[in-house]
């Protein structure tokens, strides 16, 4: 009898465990795919047929997901914002978040100015910065939408935005980074240029070039003169000036805001209101001070004095006692050289023409000594081989051994050079960023854009 309860009781155990099986089998694992990751907020539930919605005027142009923002620090950046797009018909956001929810980041950041409906006009004109927090997989994309802003956006502007921005969120200083971003596309689109100065002509209204006469002659932006150098400088260049009818101009100043050197040389001259007569006639020294190199403009009627090989003796002569810092003794002696070029159209010469000069009479005694001494070989006597100024020639270089062992002003190649930022900490600045000149988001809106990793 107990053997067939316990019979019993085994055949029903078994029946329940049968009857379990199917609802156990729902939390077993299967080889199909896992659920697609849910979207955020303000994602559309089907993008298919998603229809752009203009965003208000109120709506928020800095969104801090991430959370890495104050409320005043936001508010300061939205006002910033907010000044910079009146001005320049483009929207401008700030978007951040602690994931890409499986998107690239560069599609992330365009799905997000896309679907909240941000962009003026009719092709959307604006840019976004979004930043991603994730821990793994830290960094930023700025996508750029209208033809406008892409036309502005280049690569190499791209490139440097970016070395600045990612200096700040480097070290930590999302604030400063943002601030100063915004402040960066405000001048990108009023100037083509994101660090040019505030001189510098708007690209949205015609250049009219005008006379300043009440302008400085010499503008010592780099702050390496005393009051009483400006004043013998600005007396020398007043002299030369009334002397030949042309406009002399003295100008230091420790950055070319990203142009390069030749090209903001020629930009003070012509955009500040320089220039004599209806042809603006005219000649300007610029002094880096940063690099301690020199440039040179001059106008059109001055070529016949003042031609190539002319003005690379006058940029010579500056360059010696600026490469050793000595910047007042560079634009003093360049205006003496200036003044004697004008009138005789000939460059004095310097003391490198003495250099070289003296090197090649030196070639010519060695190559006389050497004839000598194989005179001597033959006939039994010893002669001393001439020691001269040749032997401290410095091979490729326009100088002589014992002076600065540098090259002269010759570089003319893009510098970046940031207006007041400094390299400080963090790990930004990495080198470069990926940049893309034509892309689509979800949507299939088009955009350009540029990011790294920080």
């Known amino acids: 009898m107990n053997s067939l309860k316990k019979a019993l009781a085994v055949l029903f155990i078994a029946f329940l465990m049968f009857a379990c099986l199917p609802a156990l089998a729902l939390d077993l694992p299967t080889d199909t795919e896992p659920p697609a990751e849910e979207m955020p907020y303000w994602y559309p539930e089907n993008v298919d047929e998603w229809v752009f919605t203009p965003a208000s005027p109120d709506a928020p142009r800095v969104v801090d997901d991430a959370g890495i923002l104050s409320d005043a620090e936001e508010a300061m950046i939205a006002a910033r914002i907010a000044e910079v797009s009146e001005k320049n018909a483009a929207d401008i956001v700030i978007f951040t978040d602690v994931s890409t929810h499986g998107l690239e980041r560069s599609v992330y950041a365009a799905d997000f100015y896309d679907f909240n409906g941000y962009g003026v006009g009719p092709e959307h004109d604006g840019f976004c910065l979004f930043i991603c927090m994730d821990p793994q997989s830290r960094g930023g994309w700025c996508c750029v939408t209208g033809s406008r802003p892409r036309s502005l956006y280049t690569e190499t502007n791209a490139n440097d935005i970016d070395d600045v921005l990612y200096s700040y969120l480097g070290s930590g200083r999302y604030a400063e980074g943002f601030y100063d971003w915004v402040g960066n596309i405000g001048t990108l689109l009023d100037k083509g240029y994101p660090f040019a100065p505030e001189w510098f002509p708007s690209i949205n209204e015609p250049f009219v070039r005008t006379h300043d006469t009440e302008a400085p002659r010499v503008i010592d932006d780099g702050q390496v003169f005393t009051a009483e150098q400006v004043a ?223």
Do not use: C
Not at 260 to 266: A, E, V
Not at 427 to 439: N, T
């Open 232 to 454: 013998a400088l600005e007396a020398k260049a007043a002299e030369i000036a009334k002397k030949y009818g042309a406009d002399i101009v003295i100008h230091t100043t420790s950055t070319s805001y990203g142009l390069s050197r030749q090209g903001y040389t020629d930009s003070f001259f012509n955009y500040r209101g320089y220039g004599f007569g209806e042809s603006y006639e005219g000649a300007q020294l610029t002094l880096f001070t940063g690099s301690r190199s020199v440039n040179m403009y001059s106008s059109q009627g001055l070529k016949d004095k003042l031609n190539d090989r002319n003005t690379e003796l006058l940029l010579d002569a500056a360059a010696d006692p600026a490469e050793e810092g000595d910047m007042y003794k560079a634009a003093d002696r360049w205006l003496t050289y200036l003044d004697k070029t004008l009138k005789t159209g000939r460059v004095p010469r310097t003391p490198i023409v003495w250099a070289i000069r003296s090197a090649f009479a030196g070639i010519i005694s060695l190559i006389g000594s050497s004839v000598s001494a194989s005179s001597a070989k033959r006939s039994m006597q010893t002669v001393r081989t001439a020691y001269t100024a040749s032997d401290h020639l410095v091979r490729d270089r326009l100088m002589v051994g014992g002076g600065s062992d540098t090259y002269t002003h010759t570089t003319e190649t893009r510098v970046y050079s940031p207006i007041v930022h400094e390299r400080e900490g963090g790990s930004g600045g990495s080198g470069g960023s990926s940049y893309s000149g034509g892309y689509s988001g979800s949507s299939g809106t088009s955009h350009s854009g540029s990011g790294r990793d920080f």
